[in-house]
């Protein structure tokens, strides 16, 4: 008797990017991405700043099959400042590719919102501010963590007793 799945139990839980990790690669693939990396962690493999103004859109293989091209979807005022720094991109896509993959870099300038591609924010939104822990959960840690000699090791233990009690569900005192 064969099972066409495997059986999951006695295997515990899975993190989550370990189960989305094949979906991720066929759908990075379908785009022309090899490597699934350039797609989740694009911020590190370019840097900060060039990610804040692009964003990877597709990967296209040239009939020889030798030299991709990357395309970059960018908004019409960082196109000039990107064009100047095409060569450091490719080198770094190149270094994550491991290899001289990518032969040609090609920007595509939209406005934030328009195209499928381009209705991804290009910043993250702003965090909002934390909200002023209770003053009632600021004097129980307080309280508990007064004994404590040390006083770099105290405020540790005040916070983490803020953030303990402060949270919804849990008893206070």
């Known amino acids: 008797m064969s099972v066409a799945t495997p059986d999951r139990r006695g295997r515990g839980f899975q993190s989550a990017a370990r189960l989305l990790k094949e979906r991720i690669r066929v759908a990075g693939e379908s785009r022309g991405f090899a490597v699934s990396r350039l797609l989740t962690h694009w ?71 328009g195209f499928a591609e381009g209705q991804v924010a290009f910043r993250p939104a702003p965090k909002a501010p934390p909200a002023p822990p209770d003053p009632g959960c600021v004097a129980a840690a307080r309280t508990l963590s007064g004994e404590i000699g040390d006083p770099t090791l105290r405020a540790a233990l005040e916070a983490l007793g803020e953030k303990v009690l402060s949270r919804p569900g849990k008893r206070k005192g």
């Open 43 to 113: 911020a590190e493999v370019v840097g900060e700043e060039i990610a804040a103004m692009a964003l990877p859109v597709k990967i296209g293989y040239g009939r020889e099959g030798i030299g991709a091209t990357l395309t970059l979807l960018t908004t019409g005022a960082a196109a000039p400042v990107l064009q100047m720094q095409l060569p450091k991109i490719r080198e770094r896509v190149n270094a994550c590719y491991g290899y001289n993959a990518i032969s040609k870099v090609v920007i595509t300038q939209t406005a934030p919102t």
